[in-house]
């Protein structure tokens, strides 16, 4: 299955009925567009650090002198730092989402295993994920959007678990 990552993330935004289709993609092919995912996320935050536009980060202000002088220094050890963070942040979050995701299939009565509705997690992390990360440029607090992301969440994999096969019956 030949898949472009555009594809991968038009269909994470607006079909949430065809992430089902996608438990199937190989792995790798999944874990690539989750590092593509949390490489926007590492962009924006890096935005965020070098320009201060977050509410918190204004109580900063006597460091900005000495992050002038090491600037060269800070800002690819800030990316690289930010970029791992954000990675084990959101394969944590998808591994916590597919725990989920097979207690909806067990409750529904659904055949998956656990890598299928990882993958399927992976992709329905999308929308939730560009959501809470352009959140931060907005007075809303911390708390009501991680709420928000993570319901968001649940139920596109709740859509996407309809479309997953039926158990044999016994």
Do not use: C
């Not at 929308?127 to 319901?151: E, G, K, N, R």
């Amino acid at each position: 299955m030949k898949i472009k990552h555009w594809q991968l993330f038009k269909d994470s935004l607006f079909q949430a009925k065809k992430l089902a289709a996608y438990r199937l993609l190989p792995i790798g092919k999944v874990i690539q567009y989750v590092l593509m995912l949390v490489l926007f996320v590492t962009i924006v935050s890096l935005i965020q650090f070098v320009t201060g536009s977050s509410i918190e980060t204004s109580q900063i202000n006597g460091l900005k002198e000495f992050f002038n002088e090491v600037k060269w220094l800070i800002y690819p050890a800030s990316f690289i730092l930010l970029f791992l963070i954000n990675s084990f942040s959101l394969f944590l979050q998808i591994s916590i989402y597919a725990l989920a995701g097979m207690v909806i299939l067990i409750i529904r009565k659904k055949r998956g295993e656990y890598r299928h509705i990882w993958r399927t997690a992976a992709l329905a992390v999308t929308l939730p994920t560009i959501i809470a990360t352009l959140s931060v440029f907005l007075p809303i607090h911390t708390y009501i959007m991680t709420i928000f992301t993570a319901l968001l969440t649940l139920l596109y994999v709740f859509i996407a678990s309809s479309k997953y096969p039926n158990q044999p019956q016994k």
